[in-house]
C-alpha cells in the first residue's frame, strides 16, 4: 500500500523550531519529487516547499529563509525544519507526492504563546 504519513507537529511558542517528518511505504520515494503544503482553517491548502528526485528545492515566499525542505531517501523521508515560526504558521501540515496524487493525513502545528 502506497502511503505517506506526517510526524514531528504540536505547541511550539513563536521564535520556536519543529522538525516535520514525512515517511513514505510502498513506493520507492528516491525517484519522487515532494511537496509540503499547509492549509488553514476556512483557506485553500497552500505550498510551502519542494523538493525534488535529485535534491533540489524551492520555497514560497513566505517559508523562504525561515524552512529546510531536505531528503534522506535511505530512510524514505522528507523533513521540513521551521525555524523562526510565526503564529501565522499555524496549520495542519501534509506531505505529497504529486505524480501519486498521494497525501498524508497531515500534522498540525500551532504556534502560539
Known amino acids: 500500500q502506497k502511503q505517506v504519513v506526517e510526524f514531528g507537529g504540536g505547541l511550539v511558542q513563536p521564535g520556536g523550531s519543529l522538525r516535520l517528518s514525512c515517511v513514505a511505504s510502498?513506493?520507492?520515494?528516491?525517484?519522487?519529487?515532494i511537496n509540503w503544503y499547509r492549509q488553514i482553517p476556512g483557506k485553500d491548502r497552500e505550498l510551502v516547499a519542494t523538493i525534488l528526485f535529485n535534491g533540489v528545492s524551492d520555497y514560497v515566499e513566505s517559508s523562504k529563509g525561515r524552512f529546510t525542505i531536505s531528503r534522506d531517501d535511505a530512510k524514505s523521508t522528507v523533513y521540513l525544519q521551521m525555524n523562526d515560526l510565526k503564529p501565522e504558521d499555524t496549520a495542519v501540515y501534509y506531505c505529497?507526492?504529486?505524480?501519486?496524487?498521494?497525501w498524508g493525513q497531515g500534522t498540525q502545528v500551532t504556534v502560539s504563546s
Open positions: 510502498g513506493i520507492n520515494l528516491r525517484v519522487y519529487n
Open positions: 505529497n507526492v504529486p505524480t501519486l496524487a498521494l
